[in-house]
């Protein structure tokens, strides 16, 4: 029963991650957290539940869109923050999450990440992958000032690709299980560093 629950809410992750990309593909932007709150019916009639609306009520729905807020830090994550400054870079965070999420979820995990550093999709109405959101993350952080070098990192390859296509260095943390062909195919596209644990990351 956990793995079947485990999947439920994995499937409707990926379900609002689509969404989200597809509107924003149509020039139709949302926030992905109102798209969460919407496909959680969905997701459930195809795991075969007739009637999605009296097995979930909305108080439900809501308890679960809060608890995606409280969301921990992968492991070595703070570490590699603390090595990172004090080798000397600066830190900023690039998202397609609300601000005051990210901030809430470095909040709980003890790590010091000023509002004015995490740069969210939402500023410019679009969602990642769309070079946009990158390219406004560049133009904050400076990436274009003499002897800048824009280091980006992610656990998706697609987000690297994308940053790699405005210019970004890149580090992926490796996570296990991307091994379908077009994961390979996406790598194949990009080069970069791989890290098994977010330590390795760390100056």
């Known amino acids: 029963m956990f793995t079947t629950l485990k999947a439920i ?13 597809y509107l924003s593909t149509m020039k139709k932007y949302a926030t992905y957290e109102s798209i969460l709150k919407q496909t959680f019916y969905r997701v459930l009639y195809q795991a075969g539940i007739s009637s999605p609306e009296t097995f979930a009520t909305q108080d439900d729905i809501s308890f679960l869109v809060a608890s995606y807020r409280k969301l921990k830090p992968r492991p070595g994550m703070p570490e590699m923050f ?5 080798a000397g870079f600066e830190v900023y965070c690039c998202t397609d999450a609300s601000p005051d999420r990210v901030k809430g979820y470095f909040d709980q995990a003890g790590v010091d990440m000023p509002a004015e550093r995490i740069l969210s999709a939402e500023e410019v109405g679009v969602g990642k992958p769309d070079q946009p959101v990158y390219a406004m993350a560049r133009q904050k952080v400076g990436a274009d000032s003499e002897g800048a070098v824009t280091v980006f990192a992610a656990a998706h390859a697609w987000d690297c690709c994308a940053a790699r296509a405005v210019g970004c260095v890149l580090i992926r943390r490796h996570t296990g299980i991307q091994r379908s062909n077009h994961r390979f195919a996406l790598r194949k596209q990009i080069r970069h560093s791989i890290l098994h644990d977010l330590r390795e990351g760390s100056v």
């Open 9 to 21: 809410l994995f499937v409707r992750l990926s379900s609002a991650e689509r969404d989200y990309a």
């Open 82 to 86: 603390r090595d990172l400054r004090h």
